[in-house]
T-cell receptor, first 113, second 114 residues
Framework: AQTVTQSQPEMSVQEAETVTLSCTYD???????LFWYKQPPSRQMILVIR??????QNATENRFSVNFQKAAKSFSLKISDSQLGDTAMYFC??????????FGGGTRLMVKP | ETGVTQTPRHLVMGMTNKKSLKCEQH?????MYWYKQSAKKPLELMFV???????ENNSVPSRFSPECPNSSHLFLHLHTLQPEDSALYLC?????????????FGPGTRLTVT
């Protein structure tokens, strides 16, 4: 079985500042993918960033980057230069070859002007 | 918008009603999924279809019945639901069921069972 834990139910950040969302996971597989999904209020969930476990280099997508610590089974998301449009629920998710996508409980992020 | 649509967006039904949720994807994908999103709980995978065949059924009660007539359409038939079934039901699709694929989500159907 695989599990994903997001220990921060809610967070807030001032516009233009940086915020880091935490995620830890557990899996017995050696290869897997990790994802961060964003669900804005009343809008569709979209992929923010993805990381393959075999790749040591941390993924980056514009203002979004991850800190992937495989040994610690940690996969945090850093949002730089936060914008009002970043306000959303953020879900960390894990998938390996033998299982379907497993989501964490989510972190509600509020960006304040 | 991501190319996955769901109707209706909101549904209120009594415990004895029968209704259906519809999902359509315009992305040419081969895999489709139903998820349940309840307050204060992680998203729960309900069903997975690949090339119109069900490949995963995550111990979902029989009052939920999926149907996938073709690779673009997915239905969730509902009957004799319980109040605890009230939730946001999300449909998603992906090019295939490989674990590397991103899933594309629809906007969801907000279901309230009275």
């Amino acid at each position: 079985a695989q599990t994903v834990t997001q220990s921060q139910p809610e967070m807030s950040v001032q516009e233009a500042e940086t915020v880091t969302l935490s995620c830890t996971y557990d899996t017995s597989e050696s290869n897997y993918y990790l994802f961060w999904y964003k669900q804005p209020p009343s809008r569709q969930m979209i992929l923010v960033i993805r990381q393959e476990a075999y790749k040591q280099q941390n993924a980056t997508e514009n203002r979004f980057s991850v800190n992937f610590q495989k040994a610690a089974k940690s996969f945090s998301l850093k949002i730089s230069d936060s914008q009002l449009g970043d306000t959303a629920m953020y879900f960390c998710a894990l998938r390996n070859a033998g299982n379907m996508l497993t989501f964490g409980g989510g972190t509600r992020l509020m960006v304040k002007p | 918008e991501t190319g996955v649509t769901q109707t209706p967006r909101h549904l209120v039904m009594g415990m004895t009603n029968k209704k259906s949720l519809k999902c359509e994807q315009h992305l040419g994908h081969n895999a489709m999924y139903w998820y349940k999103q309840s307050a204060k709980k992680p998203l729960e995978l309900m069903f997975v279809y690949s090339l119109e065949e069900r490949v995963e059924n995550n111990s979902v009660p029989s009052r939920f019945s999926p149907e996938c007539p073709n690779s673009s359409h997915l239905f969730l038939h509902l009957h004799t639901l319980q109040p605890e079934d009230s939730a946001l039901y999300l449909c998603a699709s992906s090019p295939g069921t490989s674990y590397s694929y991103e899933q594309y989500f629809g906007p969801g159907t907000r279901l309230t069972v009275t």
